[in-house]
């Protein structure tokens, strides 16, 4: 009788430890997943870029061991304007409003406009150096206008990208440590939190050993067969070649990128990009800034630019793409 009670003591102690210990081990769990997550995240990432720099047609097969993680694709996560000046002295604008083309030049030299994607051509003349353009190409692909003056010679590019990422998602106790990886950054979330820019695009301004102000952008378009496949499967990326957009002298650059989703990580770039504009705005001159800076309002709603504005630099804008499968 005596050992059956104990026994029957020892047994409701143990019951009663586990429902204590169980929110630990909830946390446990959870801090070990979410390191999982990040590791996978982080190495998904870095092979994503090296793929990314491989020659069109070649890539590498990865082996994941984080099981419970799947990958999602992420359609359209970002959108990517970028224009510039590259010949004379005039200033080209290029407005896009409910699918048409508001093309401007203050000095009224632009003549004409040609229209080139993946499956379009087209050629346009324009009106005393304006003119508004309805055009058949789709904006889910990339599309660059080139406008012209009267000799022919290309004065403005403007270009359009839209970019498709991916997310890791680890499941938790509750909700799940969400990774997204788009353009080259790693954006994490954790439940209930705001998100965290781990890593962003690259976007990188210099002065080359000649004194002359240079401007890199690599654009990262990691699109992904089907609607979602688990992470315990073999996953292949392949390198679809690179696109350049710019290699060449340019002035008055505009960079509008758009992004979807409700937290999505703009401030947080905008913030990363202009804080040196902003000090120098504080201290109250900024004549002798080089760098990224708002274009317009200094909300940053009109995109950046390069300052000094008016001043000559080399720009490049090049659009890797991979496929994951």
Known sequence: ???????????????????VMQPFMQDLTDNRDWSSGTVAATQFNDRLLVAAESPAGTGMVIHSQHISDTIKPLRMAEIWQISADLFGNDRVTIELSGGVFNITSLNSSAASVSITGPSISEQWDLNEGMGDIITNASMQQWIKIDVKDSNGIIIHRWI???????????????????????NGARIQQLPNQPIEVEEYPRLHHDIDLDGKMRVSIMLLDADIAGAEQSMSMSLD??????????????RNLRISPEFTGVDNPESRYLRQWTDSYDLHRATGDSSDYFGFGP????????????????????????LQQVVIS
């Open 295 to 318: 274009k317009g309002r200094v909300s940053g709603a009109e995109g950046m630019t390069l300052h000094p504005i008016e001043a000559a630099f080399h720009l490049d804008v090049v």
């Open 160 to 182: 359009q990208t839209p970019l498709d990422g991916i997310q890791l998602r680890t499941p938790l106790s509750v909700g799940s440590f969400d990774v997204n990886l788009i």
């Open 1 to 19: 009788m005596g050992v059956t009670m104990l026994l029957a003591m020892v047994i409701s102690t143990m019951a009663g430890v586990m429902v």
């Open 237 to 250: 990326i392949e390198s679809k070649g690179a696109i350049t957009f710019f290699d060449e002298n340019a």
